[in-house]
């Protein structure tokens, strides 16, 4: 993958087992003890007798063993919490997405921290609590902990999975009820809500013409950030009046799930100014981005030309960064904070200019991305049912899209109003 396309866009297939190490530990003579012996992991295994039926049986067992667990071997007694992420974050890299990969690294953090030497037999759930607590400390949200704690548990159950880990301390650290709401100190959070469309709108000026492309078409079509930044022409199906897009990664793919994203005009007429010859190119770059902040500078330049930097001139021959080729989740949230920040500055401006305070403006609060997607949510289901809203959102269950949409009060105020 190179470093300016930091998205991996490959379906990774679902493996039932990991993958084959590389190469087969040989079976061999040690030639002080005459003993077959055999190198797994850096510890010599030793057999029996040199080309004895028994050695050559146990051989092909402890390989069989060592292959099932991905290269690892079944731990001693002083096996420690940093063996036990080490040959996890192995598995890790060949099974799990990247996305999912980053979530693992992030709830490992506090774990490797506080008990990298400890003995895994003697992890258990007070120790558990103290990796929780720190993560309380550092102002997580409550359901952020609990689905990180479900992670180290995972690499536990793994561990007991390939015999890296006794039974007995998996079965401990499932003693420890999750946080419940209201009743800790850790941080609590408000469900995500759809973000008034004057604030979207407030916005949009204030972002470059690709990230108002994106923004505009989340709006409309309900996808997640993770697909509209993912978006190539080779995938979307251009035929008939309505276009369909099939991202080839999405959040459920691992379950199979197709995922099929429709266009109608008003979402044809955002892309078709970023549709170009190369069909494997992400339709909103960066790199776009930066070309028209440089073009909106140049507009406001007062030098003439002929005097100062010409246009590229000044530019470096090995800049430290460079635009890359694609949006990640994150740089898009970014330019939508940066767009939020500078509409409030104007708003700030035009109130200092009519002589009105700053504490009388009303400022454009923060949103993120992912809130377009309820917004959708609930202008579909008020406008079309909660069914057509559950198939035009991607899910299986319409408890899902419930999530989503917004319940529509007026409507329910409307009908008691006749009933009595």
């Not at 923004?215 to 993912?230: D, K, Y």
């Not at 892309?271 to 909106?296: E, H, I, M």
Request: some cysteine; overall charge positive.
């Amino acid at each position: 993958m190179r470093p300016d396309n930091p998205v991996d866009y490959r379906i990774r297939p679902v493996q039932e087992t990991p993958h084959m190490p590389k190469r087969i530990p040989s079976y061999r003579r040690h030639k002080a003890s005459g003993q077959a012996v055999v190198t797994l992991s850096g510890r010599n295994i030793y057999l029996g007798k040199h080309n004895s039926a028994a050695s050559r049986r146990g051989y092909s067992r402890i390989i069989a063993e060592w292959t099932a667990a991905d290269g690892t071997l079944p731990a001693s007694t002083d096996f420690t919490i940093a063996e036990l992420l080490a040959a996890f974050l192995k598995h890790a890299k060949a099974y799990h997405r990247p996305k999912e990969q980053e979530k693992i690294a992030l709830a490992l953090r506090p774990l490797r921290a506080l008990y990298a030497m400890t003995r895994v037999a003697d992890f258990g759930p007070l120790a558990l609590k103290a990796v929780r607590q720190q993560m309380i400390d550092v102002g997580l949200a409550h359901t952020t902990i609990n689905s990180r704690i479900c992670r180290l548990r995972y690499v536990f159950k793994w561990g007991v999975e390939n015999q890296l880990v006794e039974s007995g301390v998996l079965n401990a650290l499932q003693a420890v009820p999750g946080l419940r709401y209201g009743r800790t100190r850790a941080r609590e959070t408000e469900p995500v809500k759809p973000v008034p469309d004057a604030f979207v709108d407030a916005v949009v000026p204030h972002v470059s013409p690709v990230v108002a492309a994106m923004i505009e078409l989340q709006r409309l079509t309900g996808m997640r950030s993770g697909e509209v930044i993912a978006m190539r022409a080779v995938n979307i199906t251009m035929n008939g009046h309505v276009w369909v897009y099939t991202p080839p990664e999405h959040k459920t793919a691992w379950r199979r799930h197709e995922r099929r994203i429709y266009l109608g005009p008003k979402a044809q007429a955002i892309l078709k100014p970023y549709l170009t010859t190369d069909l494997g190119a992400c339709l909103f770059s960066p790199a776009d981005s930066v070309a028209w902040r440089n073009q909106a500078r140049h507009a406001k330049r007062v030098v003439p030309i002929n005097h100062g930097n010409r246009p590229g001139t000044n530019r470096k021959q090995s800049p430290r960064k460079r635009a890359r080729s694609a949006y990640d989740a994150n740089s898009y949230r970014r330019a939508i904070s940066y767009g939020i920040a500078a509409a409030n500055k104007q708003l700030l401006a035009e109130a200092a200019t009519a002589g009105i305070a700053d504490d009388k403006v009303e400022l454009v609060p923060h949103w993120h991305p992912h809130q377009l997607r309820h917004n959708a949510a609930t202008n579909l289901r008020r406008e079309y049912g909660i069914e057509v809203a559950r198939i035009i959102l991607g899910h299986r269950s319409a408890a899902t899209t419930e999530v989503y949409a917004e319940m529509d009060h007026a409507q329910a105020m409307a009908v008691m109003g006749r009933i009595g």
